[in-house]
């Protein structure tokens, strides 16, 4: 059974910058799937960015919306980053990380092809 945990979340100020980190752990292989996501009260969850490690190697992909103010990287098995430069309070929300078994193809943007969540980090960029 997949576990994830989310860190790094919390308070900055328009313009800043931050680095979530998302751990696994739990997988059955180095091949794998994980991504982020963003929720704002009152709309859908929306993703963000996403790195898969398969047996084709490591690649990213991203929300269009985001893939100019995001960027995701995995500085070790099994975790992956967000890092959020130029913040702005439109960006405030809980992010959370999802992880799958994947063993090849390219990781994907949807919820629905996640299984494994974390709880959730509050991000919060003020004015």
């Known amino acids: 059974q997949l576990q994830v945990v989310e860190s790094g979340g919390g308070l900055v100020q328009s313009g800043g910058f931050l680095t979530l980190s998302c751990t696994v752990s739990?997988?059955?292989?180095?091949?794998?799937?994980i991504a982020w996501f963003r929720q704002v009260p009152g709309k859908k969850r929306e993703g963000v960015g996403c790195?898969?490690?398969?047996?084709?190697?490591?690649?990213t992909n991203y929300n269009g919306a985001w893939e100019d103010r995001a960027a995701v990287s995995s500085p070790i098995l099994n975790m992956v980053n967000l890092q959020l430069p130029g913040l702005t309070p439109e960006d405030t929300g809980i992010y959370y990380c999802?992880?799958?078994?994947?063993?090849?193809?390219?990781?994907?943007?949807?919820?629905?092809?996640?299984?494994?969540w974390g709880q959730g980090i509050q991000v919060t960029v003020s004015s």
């Open positions: 999802a992880a799958q078994e994947l063993l090849s193809g390219r990781c994907v943007v949807f919820p629905q092809d996640y299984t494994a």
């Open positions: 739990g997988l059955s292989s180095d091949y794998f799937a």
């Open positions: 790195y898969s490690n398969t047996r084709s190697g490591g690649s």
